[in-house]
């Protein structure tokens, strides 16, 4: 359950907000088989996990002043997590869907091909990483995310597990690559785990869905067991019905993720070494 | 070498004159990078068998009579195989690369949409089937194969394995299915060793790339090891440079044909079961 208030508390509200729209939206297109409670029928139970937990529905006020609407009520994904760094990757190089109308496909294709979805087979659509001790998040605005090329999604991809500040100078040191990204129960780990489930599900297709990985710092900087790492699925506003096919373009931008830290995992040398930085802006969030 | 004569030979000369196209598209793209002998160099032995070898240019008169022209010389693909069945599985849903003019995007994307490449992630371009005996082959033309729907390849992979002709009222058998798709060096094992290589390479990205897959009906009746089944890529018109990226949308649509091909195995009761026959084209062709 979400808790009621703090750092943590406000992202979970910004989240049950936006499922409101995923339930009238699975009203329409799954007839309400895909109604968060339904998960636990329809999921496996070892990766139920990713999902992010139900617990009814709540009149509350919306976020954006509209007034009372029914909410569905989401675990808070960062409970008991202190200042968790937080990456959201928006899976998959195609985010419409095949019987989408031609407006929406066109407008979905651009912005597939402006950000590196189309490309890589994911792009990062939110990053906040604690860069230790007070000093604070680096947290780049939505617009500089938005533009992120491929150069700048690795770098992040390094950044996330790295001690030294994005502002650095040299290249991300990549020092907490194992205990987040390596680990049996880390972040490499979880996605293989998820990619096995995706070879083989046919129920559901998911577009524009997120994969969320986050851990905490100090955890991890205290050698704490698991560092408060997880990997969780949000953002089901554009779920669909399988019908009897698995999920190809979600499962192929899952495996280019999955390339990308095991790279890491693999060339931790080419963190330090890496010739050229690329620029990304800096700004010292809360 | 391909065989001077014969329904292999022709065959042979078709697939060699289509690599007169590629060759300078691979120029034009790769800096010849890709030219078939380097795939000696960049690709795995292992995985190596499963492209057509390469023994030099040669002029020769092209198909289409337009006179002499510089043709590779390919490995005949079906060579020592009597009367194999053959079915051409162009893989991935989206045909077109991400730097490609609007106008070529805007062509594949319709026929993406309007054959099943887009909803499975593969569709069929050819297929011929022995139907035993001297049934000759059902082969559907060319234009009932693209109007192939998800039900109508579902059947086809199910009546490509059987010994019953197409033309029967009744479902497919799925007779041969243990003998050509499962066996330790079958289609499925040769496939999967194929995605291993797509989860791992990021040299090259494949558009409009098939599968081909044969066999031949007299050795699995006879229970000669192996059946002459043979699992190619053809077709590298479209072969794009990876550019440190794995080829997600050719290895969605890639696991996407392993998971049809694992449920004719492992639910082989629904070949003789399925309920409503779809009605395909028959042809008996020679």
Redesign the interface.
Known sequence: MHSGGGENGKKALERVDLVVRVVSHMKKTLESRLAPSLVTIFVPPHVRAFFPGFHGTQLLPASDGSGPHPHLILDDLAAGLRRPSLIDIKIS??TWY?SAPDDYVRKC?KKD?DTTS????FCISGVRIHQGGNAGFWRPDREAVRRFT?EDVKRALRQFVSSNPASDPGPPDCAFASAVYGRSDGVLAQLLELKAWF??Q?LFHFYSVSVLVMYAREEVEARRAGGGVRVKLVDFAHVMEG????D??F???L??L??FISEILTDPDECLAEPNKTHLSFENGS
Do not use: F, Y
């Open positions: 190089a195609r095949p294709l091909r189309l490309a890589l087979g491929a070879e083989d046919m019908n009897g096919v698995i190809h373009n499962l192929g931008g495996c280019s999955i390339k």
